[in-house]
């Protein structure tokens, strides 16, 4: 997996996760979050947010959580019918059952 590419684990030894008590008195009122990134030249970049990417109050964009899915489901079984399933979210409120949802074979799981 992605998770044992040697160059992926490099760069996981140079992260550190600190709890900021400034950030966790927020919570649960907002899901704030903070990032410092030092670079090669040393230089520092900083972000924060009090409501992350996907929360009620900072909603992803139909293309976004399009793009989501498809990074996510790359690395699953289901990745041959990420095409198929992403055309059939759309429906999913108003399917009367979830057959032609599920990949070949797993319907006769229900009969």
Not at 66 to 72: G, L, P, Q, V
Not at 73 to 96: K, V
Request: proline share 6%; hydrophobic share 40%.
């Amino acid at each position: 997996t992605m998770l044992q590419d040697s160059q992926v684990r490099e760069l996981m030894s140079r992260i550190r996760l600190e709890l900021d008590p400034e950030l966790e008195a927020k919570y649960p009122a907002a899901w704030a979050a903070a990032i410092d990134v030092e670079l090669a030249d040393g230089t520092v970049q900083q972000a924060a947010v009090d409501a992350p990417k996907g929360d009620p109050e900072n909603p992803m964009t139909e293309t976004e959580l399009r793009a989501k899915f498809s990074d996510m489901i790359a690395w699953s079984e289901y990745a041959p019918e990420a095409d198929r399933l992403l055309a059939s979210l759309g429906s999913l409120a108003t399917r009367r059952n979830m057959r032609s949802f599920l990949p070949e074979g797993v319907d006769s799981a229900f009969e």
